[in-house]
């Protein structure tokens, strides 16, 4: 079965994710369930390429979590709550639950997250891609 | 008086009110840093240091919420929890000005006393995600690409007049 698709639009862009239901069911079945999810994004201050939002408490289980993440890695990080776009390069301290990657646009995306550095508000929403 | 569910079920519904209240950017906590002033007037130090001390509450908090998943049945973790709650509150509420919290850190404590280790776990989870929002919008007070900015100007001004023989730049 093809993996559920949601939709990430960040500063107005849109790209599609893939959730990785093999790898984190219980992750992707909780983002998924809780979805539509907006916010404005902070970027990180330790890690690197990395911005994340604050959720609502989706789930409280480590599951898939990595500390070798590729570009567009979508991660729920258990601490916070919070949902991160890994979108560069790491130096991952507490890794998250990863639970998708971002498969169009993601150069664009890119630029977007790394502008968040210098340009605070600009807000990300995510919602489920109809089949 | 042993609290019953009802008494924590509405504690935890107004403590989820206050988290909705920030998400949308509309806490009163957080108005009433960003008009904090300190003792020279200032208003950056009082600003970094309200998002530096909610994030150790916060800490204390998720440790509690740790203690309540790995020991549920300890007869010491509801009165751990008691004074994990209380030890934050003067400080939150009279020199950080975070009132509200400050409340909510008092009806934990006094609530403490008589949870067991589940409902304790339910109670520091949902102030955890409370604190997700609140140093999220404290942080956006903080414009930490320009402060960044400036203080990297500011170290190399300061390294500059540290190798200086007179003490006033080599410049």
Not at chain 1, 38 to 49: C, D, K, L, R, V
Not at chain 2, 26 to 31: F, I, K, Q, T
Not at chain 2, 134 to 160: C, M, N, T, W
Request: proline share 5%.
């Amino acid at each position: 079965m093809p993996s559920r698709q949601i939709i990430v639009t960040l500063g107005g862009l849109e790209a599609v994710a893939n959730l990785f239901d093999d790898l984190a069911p219980k992750t992707s079945a909780a983002v998924w369930n809780a979805l539509p999810l907006s916010e404005t994004i902070n970027h990180a201050n330790f890690s690197g390429e990395e911005v994340s939002f604050p959720t609502f408490g989706l789930m409280w289980e480590r599951e898939h979590q990595l500390y070798d993440n590729e570009p567009g890695d979508l991660g729920y990080f258990v601490q916070g709550p919070a949902i991160c776009i890994y979108y560069g390069a790491l130096r991952v301290i507490s890794p998250g639950n990863v639970f998708g990657r971002i498969a169009t646009n993601l150069p664009r995306i890119q630029e977007i997250a790394r502008r968040s550095w210098k340009e605070p508000g600009i807000r990300i929403e995510l919602r489920r891609k109809d089949a | 008086m042993a609290t019953t569910p009802a008494r924590l079920d509405e504690f935890i519904a107004r403590i989820e009110t206050a988290t909705a209240a920030l998400h949308r950017g509309e806490a009163e906590d957080v108005r009433r840093v960003s008009q904090l002033l300190g003792a020279m007037g200032q208003s950056f130090t009082t600003t970094v240091f309200s998002y530096q001390q909610a994030s150790t509450v916060r800490d204390g908090v998720a440790f509690l919420a740790d203690l309540a998943q790995k020991y549920p049945a300890e007869a010491w973790l509801s009165t751990v929890a008691a004074e994990q709650f209380r030890r934050p509150v003067n400080a939150l509420r009279t020199r950080y000005a975070m009132r509200d919290t400050a409340d909510m850190h008092e009806e934990a404590a006094r609530l403490a006393a008589d949870l067991d280790g589940a409902a304790l776990l339910r109670l520091g989870r949902t102030m955890m995600v409370y604190y997700a929002f609140l140093l999220r919008r404290l942080r956006d007070l903080l414009p930490f690409y320009e402060l960044s900015v400036a203080f990297e100007g500011h170290k190399q001004i300061a390294q500059r007049v540290a190798v200086s023989p007179t003490g006033k730049g080599v410049d």
